[in-house]
């Protein structure tokens, strides 16, 4: 993602949205502002919602990071011992196709490479359906939204992280 002044992050609920304002200041990010609205169930009403609170912050056109719902999205965390010998590419391909079988839909992936300890190497794939994406991208543009990036939701990627961090790797749904 090419690195903005300012962005605005999108966390869309089924009954709310969370919004927060990120402002770069000589290379430090923070929160210059956040707000949260209840809003209605799927249709015009909703998009309309969404973009009198964008408009109203003076947020329309600033990129949006939008937030891809948990329970949407597998996160396996990989660790690689230094007496493996296959690459990062080859694990993750096979971790893939695993992930892969779970689901008869097309799918879209992420490796991020992490550092782990003595020799070993780690990583973190984030697998989604490809209609959850485009569904997420929809609404957005639909709202008027310019949409710079989609991540997954901070819980799904701390409950990982965490997870990994104490030691056991694995996948969890959410």
């Given amino acids: 993602m090419p690195r903005y002044a300012e962005a605005i992050g999108l966390d869309l609920g089924s009954?709310?949205?969370k919004v927060a304002h990120v402002v770069r200041r000589r290379g430090v990010c923070t929160v210059a502002d956040t707000?949260?609205?209840?809003l209605p169930?799927?249709?015009p009403d909703r998009r309309r919602a969404l973009l009198r609170l964008v408009e109203s912050r003076g947020w329309k056109d600033i990129p949006c990071v939008a937030v891809l719902r948990g329970d949407?999205?597998?996160l396996r965390a990989l660790d690689i011992p230094?007496?493996?010998p296959r690459s990062l590419r080859q694990v993750m391909t096979v971790e893939l196709k695993e992930v892969e079988s779970l689901s008869s839909t097309e799918t879209l992936s992420h490796c991020a490479r992490m550092p782990g300890p003595n020799g070993h190497r780690r990583a973190l794939l984030a697998v989604t359906r490809s209609d959850a994406v485009e569904s997420v991208l929809e609404t957005h543009?639909?709202?008027g939204l310019q949409v710079a990036d989609v991540v997954p939701a901070g819980v799904a990627l701390l409950n990982t992280y965490c997870r990994f961090?104490?030691?056991r790797p694995g996948t969890v749904m959410l």
């Fill in 141 to 143: 543009n639909e709202a």
């Fill in 35 to 38: 707000a949260r609205i209840d």
């Fill in 15 to 17: 009954r709310s949205a």
């Fill in 82 to 84: 230094p007496t493996d």
């Fill in 41 to 43: 169930p799927d249709g």
């Fill in 72 to 74: 949407a999205l597998v």
């Fill in 165 to 167: 961090l104490n030691g």
